[in-house]
């Protein structure tokens, strides 16, 4: 933690604080801000604060509303604005930056609602550059903002500054990325509803920010925070703009820190402990950076890669290259729930007992078989005792049309067979449909169907993967039911449900996912839920005998160093797997254009992930594969003696 530089940040052109999680930077940047509010406040003075949307800050506000409620921090005195609105969004859209602003900050302090600003999104496009200059002007009068928060996006931008965006860019509307209009897709239910234009602050008016502060979590920001922070700045990457700034700093958690060159190559920055795992994993780098197979490398190879050190320690290659070759060897298994009566001692799961009972837990509905299908088809046909979780009902994440699909197929039904009650039920959900119009949140009838039409999907799917029907659970976790994404709260009755799933079945295996992910994200709430359910257990006889296997979760793979079970699919296994992807259909990219072996299409995604993991053993010199599914594995603190 901190920021201390020394040869490890010698890459780091900004300031880095890295956290143990998201929660306790949030109370770093909450800490700052209160001791500007309280010394402005004794000066008589207000503070200006910029403020920023998205995942990131929620938990920062959280902080910030939970001080003014507990420890009289005041509003009073402050002023704000925002950073960005999407261009054609009022006030009392459902995603528009100022209902979250109200939401999650401004209607839980006593700031004053006319020292709050966020650029409006309705006004009239002639009107636009006069009301970004009014922003400007309105800044200026306040004194300048004190403290600007900042979130990155995946695209490298601050506000809504996509590449391109320059240095001396002021606030103007501008138009969002495609990258940006995926991120929202889910928030929009449907990227086609993702507004195309934004007005943003300009990377100008930021850099005029008196203090800075940009925080990011989860690993999907950590290439964009890498790019920022070690490379020259170019508006390919806006926020590496940042690097001119006398007072800005950086505050990330582990997962988004992944990417820095301290964290992901240490070696090649000062000297390393080396522990069998760092030079696992420095031989592993060495091996893909060269493109050798491991059994390949030379002594120059290592010499010539900062590498020296180690060879001196450890001799020479060749002895450097068979130790490291056994690990990932020994990783590779088509057993994933261990082979009984088979000599275990150099596979990554135990054979005994057999069969064993296995608990996999999916966040949503399709996760489980898009990350680890070839696995499921297999733990289900080596005859173990299967469960599949659906933590959540996934039912955010249906589109319209296919509700309203279902809702005249229950009107149709209702009207041929049905009584009158049916008739009755299917009559109202079609009125709910009618009411709720675009953007407006679904009825409870609605969301159920939803969820509804997601269990279908998980059945289909499972069907294909010889899971029966009878041995899927959904749970539907209460926070995702009260919630909307990026806006979830899990609780107590969560957790006991995932408790009580855990006590039910005492599982010898659990596969799960979701801690690396953003923490506000469904996938890592879920795993919070999932920690807290196995630390109240921990005093059970059953967590004895329990391997716990994470897979990456959607999107990402382990990377080599990484995958303590690596389990691999034949041809005709992984075309069985996105078979079941397929039956999940409400998934589908919504628009076809994205479908055409893009990989920003779900489906695509899938196969070039399993592909490339496969493509890295390979690479590796370890056994070619057609797909290859991988696992890590994790012991909770609570469980270690
Ligand atoms: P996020 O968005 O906080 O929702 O990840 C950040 C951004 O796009 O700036």
Not at 4 to 15: A, K, Y
Request: aromatic share 8%; net charge negative.
């Amino acid at each position: 933690m901190g920021e201390t530089s020394t040869e490890f940040t010698q890459r780091e052109r900004i300031p880095v604080g890295i956290f143990n999680s998201a929660e306790l930077a949030c109370r770093e940047v909450a800490d700052a801000i209160e001791a500007l509010i309280r010394e402005r406040d004794g000066a008589d003075m207000p503070t200006v604060l910029g403020l920023a949307t998205g995942s990131t800050p929620v938990g920062l506000y959280r902080e910030l509303i939970r001080r003014h409620r507990e420890g009289g921090l005041s509003f009073a005195r402050v002023i704000t604005f925002n950073l960005d609105e999407y261009y054609g969004l009022g006030g009392d859209h459902p995603e528009s930056y100022r209902r979250f602003m109200q939401e999650q900050l401004f209607d839980h302090v006593d700031i004053e609602p006319e020292n709050t600003h966020v650029p409006d999104g309705l006004v009239e496009r002639e009107e636009v550059y006069g009301a970004c200059r009014a922003y400007e002007e309105a800044i200026r009068e306040a004194g300048g903002i004190d403290f600007q928060i900042l979130g990155i996006g995946r695209t490298g931008h601050i506000g809504f500054n996509e590449p391109g965006s320059g240095p001396e860019s002021r606030t103007r509307l501008v138009t969002l990325d495609s990258l940006t209009r995926r991120d929202a897709a889910r928030d929009f239910l449907g990227e086609e509803n993702v507004p195309r234009h934004a007005i943003t602050m300009g990377i100008g008016t930021i850099l005029e920010a008196k203090r800075i502060y940009l925080l990011a979590w989860g690993e999907a920001k950590a290439g964009v925070i890498s790019q920022s922070v070690e490379e020259a700045p170019t508006d390919t990457v806006p926020a590496g703009f940042l690097q001119v700034h006398q007072d800005c700093r950086i505050l990330v958690d582990h997962a988004a820190a992944a990417q820095l060159t301290r964290v992901r190559h240490p070696w090649l920055v000062g000297p390393v402990d080396w522990t069998p795992e760092m030079i696992r994993r420095a031989v592993l780098w060495l091996a893909r950076k060269t493109g050798k197979a491991l059994l390949k490398l030379v002594d120059e190879d290592y010499a010539e890669n900062g590498m020296a050190d180690l060879l001196t320690e450890q001799g020479s290659a060749y002895e450097l290259n068979i130790n490291i070759f056994n690990t990932p060897q020994h990783t590779i298994t088509g057993w994933p729930g261990g082979k009984p009566e088979a000599d275990d001692s150099h596979r990554p799961e135990r054979a005994d007992p057999f069969p064993k009972r296995v608990l996999v837990l999916s966040p949503e509905p399709m996760d489980d078989v898009y990350c680890m299908g070839g696995t499921l088809h297999r733990l289900a046909n080596q005859g173990h005792e299967l469960t599949v979780a659906c933590q959540t009902s996934g039912s955010l994440a249906v589109p319209d049309p296919d509700l309203r699909r279902a809702v005249e197929l229950l009107d149709e039904v209702a009207r041929g067979q049905g009584g009158e009650k049916e008739a009755a039920f299917a009559a109202s959900l079609r009125r709910q449909l009618v009411a709720k119009g675009q953007f407006g949140e679904d009825s409870r009838d609605l969301r159920y169907l939803k969820a509804l039409i997601r269990r279908g999907e998980a059945r289909a799917s499972g069907r294909l993967l010889e899971v029966d029907a009878d041995r899927l659970r959904f749970l539907d976790l209460p926070f995702y039911e009260q919630g909307r994404y990026r806006r979830f709260q899990p609780g107590k009755a969560d957790v006991s449900i995932m408790a009580e799933l855990l006590r039910e079945i005492r599982p010898h295996q659990v596969f799960a996912t979701g801690a690396t992910h953003d923490p506000l994200s469904v996938h890592a709430i879920c795993f919070l839920v999932l920690c807290q359910a196995l630390d109240l257990c921990r005093e059970e006889a059953w967590t004895r005998d329990c391997r716990i296997w994470l897979y990456r979760g959607p999107g990402a793979e382990w990377e080599a160093h990484e995958i303590d079970m690596a389990v691999p699919l034949s041809p005709d296994e992984f075309e069985n797997k996105i078979q079941g992807i397929y039956q999940h259909q409400t998934q589908r990219s919504q628009s076809p254009s994205l479908d055409k072996g893009s990989s920003s299409n779900t489906w695509n995604l899938a196969s070039l992930i399993n592909r490339s993991a496969a493509d890295t053993y390979d690479q590796l010199g370890l056994a070619e594969y057609e797909a290859i599914e991988c696992f890590r594995k994790w012991v909770p603190d609570s469980w270690r003696d």
